[in-house]
């Protein structure tokens, strides 16, 4: 369960003053740093790593916003600054290869990254998650059962549509021996949670719904135990929509980090 | 002689215009800034062949996917006969490929099943439109003309049709009349069952006949000269509009290389930026955004797939991709036309934002790609609205308060919330 680290997490600056060099850096972003939520999804993730035994390290605090809800919401020079100062810190490190644990993140530092002079191999944590069960590094076993249980997968714009990854989240929950049910709208003609763009960072416009209780009643439709994610922000607002539904009782909302570990007993 | 004169004039009128008015649609999307596509030539093509040609991104929908699927192949095979159409026209002729025997008589007899084919389905497209009132039909910005618009291409597609099937039953009936000048050529499935509803006189067979033929012909044209006006441009555009379309992963906005410039100059003093050109951030009106924005709007067909699947819409907001491109066009016609009137200098006082695309739209939008994966023809209305966003924070720091304390957190403490940079490792000590 996610509770307590009992591990250490290397930072990046530790790992080269002791004249190491990690396989893999972790980009945490700032939702994985800052929202209570969220963390538990970060700390998953370096469970996840420890477990497997994969040389990893953080920024800790010299990590900074990718620069990606500026970028969004209109502030290129904003978005710019964000960026080259953190590429100036990633190349100083002479990062190569980055996980993110959200989506965002991942589609700003793999995408928009490379034409500010910073390019990295840049992964998904789903997407790792499925390396290392196609390795055969990661099982589903010794930790809680999934056998059964009905998931449905609710796919992040930016990674789905943005993208192009469909495979590696659900690759993560088939090997749970679950029961994996679609939703009407899936995969690249998946519904936005309504927090892409910046929205997470205001008020909705006038309109006659709020996106993320159009989702979560989609969701609700296919009867779900959980309702599975891969994005913070997708997170926060499937689980205020499960809670408007007053269904908090019967579904959880879960990244696939957090199945992932559980199913692990990480 | 006379009617041979007649017919070339009013071809070279046809051509004339349509390139006049064409030139002008070039014009006006020149106007927008440089965006260089010209990568991966092998890959455009290859999504022209597949997505403008091969209409694979229309199945998702799969009854307009193959109704319109008929009209297409039904347009594109039945200009064969326009090419017979142009020869006996110009030269006096009739059926000049009637020669070809069997072969002709296949072709003019799939034709006819085609032209059924194209007839049923714009008749099927009308009772969407008009009687069924399909969603997507009828939002706000589908306003009167718009409405019209649709109907008079489906209308004109249907008496297109039924000339050219009244045309070739004239023809058989005098055939079979022996009548002097109509060869014995065609073969007619479909407009056999005619017969009975046309004159049994030569006189009255050749009117109908020459009728159908000029009618059919003349149509063409104005529906070519038509086109510049309407949203069914489509069917010339879709096809540079896929080519030029982005390739690269959706998620990816680009950098503005002038906003790169200033950041290095100011993370690096020694750094000297190029001679900056003067221009505005984003995009206030239609001459700030790029050509591909500006050629997305002409080739919209106004469909409504994107607004059908917009997260935004979809609860209620005010934002519509599909009157994002209606309002580009709009605006970009006006713009044009004030050129056309008042020279290149003039101003109008209007703007693409406020007076067509409104603040409450652009910030509705979730940034989500559904109208772009939607667009049966790679059109990108995200594009315009990012550009309108960046116009709109960068050049008069208008965003919503809450958007703008977001962006003083960010600017300030390095995340969108008001945390302390150094609480961010944190979440390594806690439960």
């Known amino acids: 369960m996610s509770g307590k680290l009992n591990i250490e997490v290397p930072t990046m600056a530790e790992m080269i003053a002791r004249g190491e060099e990690p396989e893999i850096l972790f980009w945490v972003g700032c939702a994985g ?23 990893y390290a953080v920024l800790g605090t010299e990590e900074s916003c990718t620069g990606d809800p500026a970028k969004r919401a209109g502030n290129e020079f904003l978005f710019q600054m964000q ?44 997407q790792l998650i499925q390396d290392l069960i196609n390795e055969g590094k990661l099982k589903a076993e010794g930790g809680e059962s999934f056998k059964g249980k009905k998931i449905t997968y609710h796919d992040p714009c ?37 927090a892409g763009g910046a929205q997470m960072f205001k008020e909705p416009e006038k309109g006659n719904k709020d996106i993320n209780i159009e989702r979560i009643e989609e969701a609700l439709e296919t009867h779900p135990n959980i309702i599975a994610a891969g994005c913070p922000f997708c997170m926060t607002m499937l689980s205020d929509g499960v809670k408007m539904k007053d269904q908090n009782q019967n579904v959880q909302v879960l990244d696939i980090a957090e199945i992932t570990a559980r199913a692990n007993g990480l | 002689m006379i009617s041979q004169i007649l017919f070339i004039a009013i071809t070279i009128a046809a051509i004339a215009l349509f390139s006049f008015n064409l030139k002008k649609v070039i014009r006006n999307i020149k106007l927008g800034r440089p965006a260089d596509r010209s990568d991966q030539p092998a890959k455009r093509l290859m999504t022209m062949v597949k997505v403008a040609l091969g209409q694979t ?20 095979i039945i200009n064969i006969e326009v090419l017979e159409i142009m020869i006996d026209g110009i030269f006096g002729t009739h059926r000049i490929f009637g020669g070809l025997g069997s072969v002709y008589n296949f072709l003019i007899g799939s034709f006819e099943f085609l032209a059924m084919g194209v007839w049923l389905a ?20 589908l306003t009167i003309w718009p409405k019209s618009d649709a109907n008079y291409i489906l209308i004109t597609e249907i008496l297109l049709m039924s000339a050219f099937l009244f045309m070739n039953a004239a023809d058989a009936k005098l055939q079979l009349l022996g009548a002097h000048h109509y060869v014995n050529a065609g073969s007619f499935p479909v407009s056999q069952y005619l017969h009975h509803l046309l004159p049994d006189t030569e006189s009255g067979l050749i009117l109908v006949e020459r009728g159908c033929w000029w009618f059919h012909i003349i149509g063409i044209f104005a529906f070519l000269n038509y086109l510049p006006y309407s949203k069914h441009f489509h069917i010339l555009f879709a096809f540079p509009n896929t080519y030029f379309s982005n390739l690269e992963p959706k998620g990816e906005f680009t950098n503005m290389q002038s906003v790169t410039n200033e950041v290095k100059a100011m993370l690096d003093p020694s750094f000297t930026p190029p001679e900056a050109e003067v221009g505005r951030f984003g995009a206030k009106d239609v001459n700030d955004l790029s050509w591909v924005n500006l050629m997305n709007a002409y080739t919209c067909t106004e469909c409504g797939r994107c607004t059908a699947v917009c997260p935004a819409n979809l609860t209620g907001k005010l934002l519509s991709p599909r009157k994002i491109m209606m309002d580009t066009r709009d605006r970009m016609e006006e713009v044009g036309k004030n050129i056309d009137k008042h020279g290149t200098d003039f101003s109008d006082g209007k703007s693409l934002i406020d007076d067509y695309i409104l603040r409450e739209e652009i910030w509705a939008c979730t940034s989500c790609n559904a109208c772009t994966e939607a667009c049966p023809i790679n059109i990108d209305p995200l594009a315009i609205i990012t550009e309108v966003r960046r116009y709109a924070v960068m050049e008069e720091s208008q965003a919503p308060s809450s958007i703008s304390a977001m962006l003083g957190n960010i600017e300030n403490n390095g995340a969108p919330w008001k945390y302390s940079p150094s609480d961010r490792f944190n979440w390594a000590k806690e439960d």
Request: proline content about 3%; glycine content about 8%.
């Open chain 1, 83 to 126: 960026a080259m100062t953190n590429i100036e810190v990633l190349n100083g490190y002479n990062v190569k290869k980055i996980v993110t644990g959200c989506p965002h993140c991942f589609n700003t530092i793999k995408n928009e990254y490379p034409g500010l002079g910073g390019t990295y191999e840049v992964i998904h944590h789903t």
């Open chain 2, 57 to 76: 991104k229309m199945v998702v929908r799969p009854i307009p996917a193959a109704l319109h699927f008929v009209v297409y192949i039904g347009f594109v």
């Open chain 2, 122 to 141: 714009c008749a099927v497209f009308l009772i969407r439109r008009n009687i069924l009132k399909i969603k997507r039909f009828t939002a706000r910005e």
């Open chain 1, 158 to 194: 930016y990674l789905g549509r943005a993208n192009g990854i469909y495979e590696a989240p659900r690759k993560a929950l088939e090997v749970l021996d679950a029961q994996l049910v679609e939703m009407k709208r899936c995969k690249s003609n998946g519904l936005c949670c309504g």
């Open chain 1, 33 to 55: 740093s800052y929202d209570e939520r969220a963390q538990k999804t970060t700390r998953d993730i370096c469970k996840i790593l420890h477990h497997v035994g994969i040389k």
